[in-house]
């Protein structure tokens, strides 16, 4: 009998993707978002406006949240409505000049720049399904209630806030913006709580992010770790959406080729008539 090889988790892992005998999924961070539903799936009354972090056990609702940020990312996404799917994303990327590629071979998703789309609004409509995020990651800690009202803390755990719309410069403006130089977000807590917003018949809320500049954190043990967690998370985000692009080149390739096969065969049948 052969000895056993040793190698790495993370190469067994690899070893299985390339195999094929793996899904292509990456373990999901919760996300902290806003609530905009008047009442649960058991009809129980809900406010709006209110911060719930999904996937836990029993959702908690609360008022404020306070929350480190350690790292931001942009991801484009394109969800199908009615199928009630996503159909393509990109890499997520730390800034605006790195490439954005996405599953399907494209860049962001095949939407144009945001100064393009200003100069051509008649296009937007086509791109309506795509949707630039600020991926804001971070450490969570709140005291909510149930929907049967029973007070709840939640965490510290480690999230991810989709920011998007209205909400999507608000972190950059109140907090990156204004930070001193020589620092970065992670050296900071934020108390996030929401405004109220209405345009005609409209209402939306929009998060704000007060910081204490004055007090700025130390790097802590818990703080290492989320950043790690996230670091590996995006890492395995962004491998899968390499490999996808890369195939999809490959294939758009094969049928460029294939394409460019048939016509010359036609080329040269019409100077043989």
Request: glycine fraction near 6%; hydrophobic fraction near 35%; proline fraction near 4%.
């Amino acid at each position: 009998m052969s000895e056993l090889a040793t190698i790495s988790a993370e190469e067994e892992r690899e070893l299985a993707r390339s195999l094929g005998l793996v899904e292509e999924t990456t373990e999901r961070i919760p996300v902290l978002k806003l609530n905009y539903s008047e009442e649960d799936d058991f009809e129980r009354p809900l406010k709006k406006g209110t911060f719930v972090l999904m996937g836990q056990d029993e959702a908690v609702y609360a008022e404020s949240v306070k929350f480190k940020p350690i790292a931001q990312y942009y991801q484009w996404l394109d969800f199908d409505i009615e199928e009630s799917k996503l159909v393509n994303k990109t890499l997520m990327i730390p800034h605006f000049g790195k490439e954005a590629r996405d599953q399907k071979g494209g860049l962001r998703c095949g939407k144009p720049s945001s100064r393009y789309l200003a100069e051509h609004p008649e296009e937007k409509p086509l791109y309506k399904s795509i949707t630039c995020f600020r991926m804001l990651y971070g450490i969570a800690e709140y005291t909510g209630k149930t929907a049967d009202g029973e007070e709840v803390t939640v965490g510290p755990i480690g999230c991810v806030i989709r920011l998007k719309g209205a909400n999507f410069m608000g972190f950059g403006k109140q907090v990156i913006d204004k930070m001193p130089q020589n620092k970065n977000i992670y050296n900071y807590e934020c108390t996030i709580t929401s405004n109220k917003k209405k345009e005609g018949s409209v209402i939306y809320f929009v998060m704000d992010f007060e910081t204490d500049f004055m007090s700025p954190l130390g790097l802590d043990q818990n703080t290492v770790d989320a950043m790690k967690v996230v670091m590996e998370y995006v890492k395995n985000e962004n491998d899968q959406v390499n490999r996808s692009y890369e195939e999809a080149m490959r294939e758009k390739a094969a049928s460029d080729s294939v394409d460019g096969d048939i016509d010359s065969a036609l080329a040269g049948d019409l100077v043989n008539a």
